[in-house]
């Protein structure tokens, strides 16, 4: 965080930036059903996987008809539309697979998903803030929020593994939020240099951190990585450093000239973006460059709250005057659990891409009888490449690498001995 004027006149609050205290960046009760008059866009978003499997989703959404967005008043009716026009986006686009891809969306799609998308500050693709945040219901609205009683309002091509890839993504984001509530505490106890209210909200958030580490081991329990690969991963893709749609993508109706956006990410979730900011980790020049550009892919309250939180008075150098060992302890086990969460990420990464894309360009090298297995289908241009368009590993190995670098100077020799292990483990 950047030194700033300490004279604050105001404590530092999440309140305007649609952060909810139980739910942290999850949209709290998102609707299932538009209004009446959008029906023919909810018919065909929640029968996207089938219509996509029968190759007939392009021939139903020629036939939608152009709808205003006018009706859509309320910011809940306006992220279900968001939702549900991206998911037949990717379908659209991508239903025929790589080599199958269109340079044209149609007007009926593409005039209403650019309306909507400027109503809420989002680029017209489907986001983290779609699939994760806002696609989401209880089964029984007075159970418990977990996997069991969670289900998706609409999905894509991939099945149980669809659901599993995004019930376990959101659970996360709610592992993180006492992490999100203590992040106040932290700010205005650098303030005022209160030294051990800092340090027992920083406890909070390791814990917090190491709870999302835990979270998201889930996701080897409830996503396949051969149907991630090869079915589902082509849907979460943009046209955006994608050799499968170098024009980009045009926007009928919208402008004459294709435009260029990048598919879901991991990086579009506020969540570490929030924490690098609090605790001053500096990415590299190229690594930066991309993690700025995915904050135009969140509701921009959650944008602003990253540049806010980078704009408070540095927490690093806050520890380092107070010489304080428990307050030393408390940021250096934060730090410990951000790249441990980092490190487990890219072991998540190796497991569901990087192996999967080694046994897809084993089998092309094979016969042709072993073609019917699911990686086989994969596409070949995001072998060595995110879904953002980053390139996967050497970006989070990256990014993981600067996060030491937030360590303090005495701390930084002495990672812990089973962190040390678990760099060696995903290198």
């Not at 030194?3 to 952060?19: E, G, H, I, M």
């Not at 026009?85 to 379908?91: H, N, Y």
């Not at 986001?127 to 977990?146: E, R, S």
């Not at 069991?148 to 099945?159: I, K, M, R, W």
Request: some cysteine; aromatic content about 8%; overall charge negative.
């Amino acid at each position: 965080m950047a030194a700033v004027d300490p004279d604050f006149k105001t404590s530092f609050c999440l309140d305007s930036y649609y952060v909810s205290d139980e739910l942290g960046f999850i949209l709290p009760e998102p609707l299932v059903e538009l209004p009446p008059y959008y029906q023919p866009w909810m018919d065909v978003a929640v029968r996207v996987p089938d219509l996509v499997q029968s190759h007939e989703l392009r021939s139903h959404i020629y036939k939608m008809p152009l709808l205003s967005s006018e009706f859509l008043q309320k910011h809940r009716e306006l992220r279900l539309a968001h939702l549900a026009l991206s998911v037949m986006t990717m379908g659209y686009v991508w239903q025929e697979g790589e080599k199958g891809t269109v340079e044209i969306l149609p007007r009926n799609l593409a005039v209403p998903y650019w309306e909507v998308s400027q109503r809420l500050g989002f680029p017209p693709i489907f986001t983290h803030a779609d699939g994760v945040l806002a696609n989401w219901k209880k089964k029984d609205p007075q159970g418990p929020f977990d996997m069991e009683n969670l289900e998706l309002l609409v999905s894509l091509p991939g099945g149980d593994s669809v659901r599993g890839f995004f019930m376990v993504t959101l659970l996360v984001e709610l592992a993180a939020v006492p992490a999100l509530r203590s992040i106040p505490t932290v700010i205005n106890g650098v303030r005022c240099g209160e030294t051990e209210a800092v340090a027992r909200a920083l406890e909070v958030i390791s814990q917090s951190i190491q709870d999302m580490t835990d979270t998201l081991k889930l996701m080897q329990v409830h996503v396949e990585p051969s149907v991630f690969y090869g079915i589902m991963r082509i849907y979460l893709s943009g046209w955006k450093d994608n050799s499968s749609m170098p024009k980009g993508l045009i926007y009928e109706g919208v402008q004459a000239e294709p435009m260029e956006f990048s598919g879901g990410s991991a990086a579009q979730s506020s969540l570490l973006h929030c924490f690098d900011e609090l605790l001053g980790v500096k990415h590299e020049e190229k690594s930066g460059a991309f993690l700025t550009r995915m904050r135009n892919y969140m509701p921009p309250a959650h944008k602003k709250l990253i540049q806010d939180i980078s704009l408070q008075p540095s927490l690093r150098s806050f520890v380092q005057q107070q010489a304080n060992e428990q307050l030393n302890q408390a940021f250096h086990l934060c730090v410990t659990k951000l790249l441990a969460l980092r490190n487990y990420h890219i072991n998540v990464v190796s497991r569901f891409i990087t192996v999967p894309a080694a046994r897809a360009r084993q089998i092309r090298n094979q016969s042709q009888d072993l073609q019917c297995e699911t990686i086989s289908r994969a596409p070949i241009a995001l072998e060595e490449r995110g879904t953002g368009g980053s390139g996967i590993m050497i970006f989070l190995k990256t990014v993981r690498d600067k996060t030491k670098d937030a360590f303090l100077l005495e701390k930084s020799k002495d990672v812990n001995s089973e962190t040390a292990q678990q760099f060696n483990n995903s290198t």
